[in-house]
């Protein structure tokens, strides 16, 4: 299958312009995502995560190799990518459809089509009733969902997670894991997910890579054949999956020693 996302021998060097000292966060990594796969990312902390998410989104590119989006190389920001962080981000001087409706306005739809969007979008996330309302009025999770609209109203290819769950109490966090994870399997998009918490790489992700402490590079990458993907809670029940965990923890833990 060709991949959506293709990651080719990258290295990223941050170098301190008034030093000159320089840090390199990732080195020789290579990985790809297929389309509508879900690849979960784990990794100390400190491991260049983020950095892969802020290169595949085009914010800066790497000092060597190349990141491919459907076999085209990145240069810069793309349409097609949606990114959604620990923080909802919301506008709080915008109504939850005005934000919704936020990413929309780069394109050439009218307002009228705008509004149309987004609120398909929140009565997608069961958030239709609140679209008149304001951030503070809402619960983290319901802006965790309101957050998730805005990225998919632009109908993105491609969604970069960066631990969007883990400031969630522990029951709003699985009921969201839940919602996230049959939403994007209805719409088909292909997702990698940054995470430290290694049964969440699990019960969410089609595969999971591995990655060692700084410079991060790839030390362990499997598939996770478990049912249940779209239902995160009911797949943290197979017996397989403490199995799961267990090599994750594994392959961190050799490499914490090795460190």
Same mark, same amino acid.
């Given at each position: 299958?060709?991949?959506?996302?293709?990651?080719?021998?990258?290295?990223?060097?941050?170098?301190?312009?008034?030093?000159?000292?320089?840090?390199?966060?990732? !080195?020789?990594?290579?990985?790809?995502?297929?389309?509508?796969?879900?690849?979960?990312?784990?990794?100390?902390?400190?491991?260049?995560?983020?950095?892969?998410?802020?290169?595949?989104?085009?914010?800066?590119?790497?000092?060597?190799?190349?990141?491919?989006?459907?076999?085209?190389?990145?240069?810069?920001?793309?349409?097609?990518?949606?990114?959604?962080?620990?923080?909802?981000?919301? #506008?709080?001087?915008?109504?939850?459809?005005?934000?919704?409706?936020?990413?929309?306005?780069?394109?050439?739809?009218?307002?009228?089509?705008?509004?149309?969007?987004?609120?398909?979008?929140?009565?997608?996330?069961?958030?239709?009733?609140?679209?008149?309302?304001? /951030?503070?009025?809402?619960?983290?999770?319901?802006?965790?969902?309101?957050?998730?609209?805005?990225?998919?109203?632009?109908?993105? &290819?491609?969604? #970069?997670?960066?631990?969007?769950?883990?400031?969630?109490?522990?029951?709003?966090?699985?009921?969201?894991?839940?919602?996230?994870? %049959?939403?994007?399997?209805?719409?088909?998009? !292909?997702?990698?997910?940054?995470?430290?918490? #290694?049964?969440?790489?699990?019960?969410?992700?089609?595969?999971?890579?591995?990655?060692?402490? %700084? /410079?991060?590079?790839?030390?362990?990458?499997?598939?996770?054949?478990?049912?249940?993907? !779209?239902?995160?809670?009911?797949?943290?029940? &197979?017996?397989?999956?403490?199995?799961?965990?267990?090599?994750?923890?594994?392959?961190?833990?050799?490499?914490?020693? &090795?460190?």
């Amino acid at each position: 299958m060709t991949s959506r996302l293709d990651l080719q021998n990258i290295t990223k060097v941050f170098t301190d312009r008034k030093t000159g000292n320089s840090v390199t966060a990732v !080195t020789d990594m290579s990985f790809s995502v297929a389309p509508g796969e879900l690849v979960a990312v784990v990794g100390p902390s400190g491991c260049g995560k983020s950095t892969i998410l802020n290169m595949v989104s085009g914010l800066y590119g790497p000092t060597e190799g190349q990141v491919l989006i459907d076999g085209e190389k990145v240069t810069g920001t793309r349409p097609e990518v949606g990114f959604m962080l620990q923080k909802d981000l919301l #506008l709080p001087w915008r109504s939850i459809v005005e934000n919704v409706e936020f990413g929309l306005e780069e394109r050439p739809f009218s307002k009228a089509e705008r509004r149309k969007r987004a609120l398909a979008e929140l009565k997608r996330m069961q958030l239709a009733d609140f679209a008149d309302n304001y /951030p503070h009025q809402l619960s983290g999770g319901m802006r965790q969902r309101a957050a998730l609209a805005r990225t998919l109203a632009i109908e993105p &290819e491609l969604v #970069l997670l960066d631990e969007p769950f883990s400031a969630l109490d522990a029951q709003t966090k699985l009921v969201l894991q839940r919602h996230f994870a %049959r939403t994007i399997a209805e719409a088909g998009v !292909t997702c990698v997910l940054i995470t430290h918490d #290694l049964n969440e790489a699990v019960i969410m992700s089609d595969r999971v890579v591995v990655l060692s402490g %700084r /410079p991060g590079r790839v030390v362990d990458e499997f598939a996770i054949d478990l049912p249940h993907r !779209t239902d995160p809670l009911q797949r943290s029940l &197979e017996p397989q999956c403490g199995i799961y965990v267990k090599r994750l923890f594994d392959a961190l833990h050799l490499e914490n020693e &090795e460190a």
